[in-house]
Nanobody, 120 residues
Framework: QVQLVESGGGLVQPGGSLRLSCAAS????????MGWYRQAPGKQRGLVAF???????GYVDSVKGRFTIFRDNAKNTMYLQMNSVKPEDTALYYC??????????????WGQGTQVTVSS
């Protein structure tokens, strides 16, 4: 089992930047993909970005060109750099981890969530 703890959320103005962190511990050898999900009030939870152990990345269209996912393997930490944020980015952001099977991400470990609020 993998334990995930995310941090870095807060209040930021439109157009500003924020960096989220996710620290992994436990059986980290059992995972090969990590990602970020978000859920806004009244909306479904959706995948924002993911990164594989091979360095492959993917993003939802709404954040392409603004958000960057990256990791520091030595620290077992994954990050989401959020630039040019918009009010619609406001959500509870979750870190997730799992394995790629048959070219599909299977996330089964989750963090507690960190709130991001974009408002002037």
């Amino acid at each position: 089992q993998v334990q995930l703890v995310e941090s870095g959320g807060g209040l930021v103005q439109p157009g500003g930047s924020l960096r989220l962190s996710c620290a992994a511990s436990g059986n980290i050898f059992s995972i090969n993909v990590m990602g970020w999900y978000r859920q806004a009030p009244g909306k479904q939870r959706g995948l924002v970005a993911f990164i594989t152990n091979n360095g492959g990345t993917g993003y939802v269209d709404s954040v392409k060109g603004r958000f960057t996912i990256f990791r520091d393997n030595a620290k077992n930490t994954m990050y989401l750099q959020m630039n040019s944020v918009k009010p619609e980015d406001t959500a509870l952001y979750y870190c997730a981890a799992g394995k790629i099977r048959n070219s599909v991400n299977h996330f089964d470990s989750w963090g507690q969530g960190t709130q991001v609020t974009v408002s002037s």
